[in-house]
């Protein structure tokens, strides 16, 4: 099920993020690569996961071809 937030609850969910960010368990991830996620979730409204893929592949070295079902990942993979 997708649950779509106006503003306010977009606000929202960043802000409980940023607070319960020190109890998550996370993986070998830069800072700096989950900031330039940031971007494209927020531009696009990529589910996380989906960002952090999508920054990781413009950061490396290759350039890769996107490939996937997702019309919306596809269109920030440009």
């Known amino acids: 099920?997708?649950?779509?937030?106006?503003?306010?609850?977009y606000r929202q969910a960043v802000?409980?993020?940023?607070?319960?960010?020190?109890?998550?368990a996370r993986l070998n991830v830069s800072n700096q690569l989950v900031y330039?996620?940031?971007e494209p979730a927020e531009k696009y409204a990529l589910r996380g996961y989906d960002s952090v893929h999508l920054a990781s592949a413009f950061r490396s070295a290759v350039r890769?071809?996107?490939?996937?079902?997702?019309?919306?990942?596809?269109r920030a993979a440009q």
């Open 64 to 74: 890769p071809s996107p490939v996937a079902t997702d019309a919306i990942l596809l």
């Open 15 to 24: 802000s409980d993020l940023d607070d319960d960010w020190p109890a998550y």
């Open 36 to 38: 330039h996620a940031g």
């Open 1 to 9: 099920m997708i649950v779509y937030l106006d503003e306010d609850g």
